[in-house]
């Protein structure tokens, strides 16, 4: 889905705050707009791919900020989802996890946005997740993701060809690679199978009929 999308998507979401109040204020499509901005303006030179920011603090005036508290983390989410879009369509990584909060600063005039965008570095490096078939996500850190049948790996896979511990998604200095654990039937990226293979954004982790979506940004 295309950053246009989430447009739409928090209009419809907000479309009720919007018309029992006056339109004068901030609208959902501004706050994307703005957001996509800034990250082209704070996109730099990695060592292997161009970063952007993904610490955003989102400043509204005090009647915009009361408006929308209500739906206040719905917003941040999907603002989150806007700029991991916008990522991809611009090629870039975050440095560490995106973070996006909406304050109030009663300095400012109705209708007003300020949004503060930094490159921070998670403690694991560079950003990345897993996406499941339901669209729910595992976010990748410092630390191992294992996957497997077993009720303690860090994804629990339901599926007979999967072994007890099939696959390791490991963090390195420059981004992940997965590991297959000499699992029985093998684990397979983008329809191949794998032993070691560096993950790239939109590669598809295949193990038995279960496929997990790697997201770089």
Known sequence: MGVQGFERRLERLLEGTFTRTSRAGVQP???????????????????????????????????????????????????????????????????????????????????RIEIEARIVAGPGG???????????RVVLGADVVSVGRLPECSIQVDDSQASRRHCEIRSEPDGWVLVDLSSLNGTKLNGSPIQTARLSDGDVISIGAVNLRFEGS
């Open 126 to 136: 560079a950003a990345g997740s897993l996406v499941r078939a339901d669209g729910s």
């Open 29 to 111: 499509a501004e706050l994307v707009t703005r957001l996509r901005r800034e990250m082209d303006h704070g996109r730099t030179l990695g060592t292997k791919s161009a970063l952007v920011p993904n610490s955003f603090i989102v400043a509204l005036a005090e009647p915009d900020a009361i408006r929308l508290d209500d739906l206040k983390e719905l917003i941040e989410a999907e603002l989150v989802e806007a700029a991991r879009e916008h990522a991809i369509t611009l090629k870039a990584q975050f440095a560490g996890p995106i973070t996006v909060g909406l304050v109030s600063d009663n300095q400012m005039k109705a209708g």
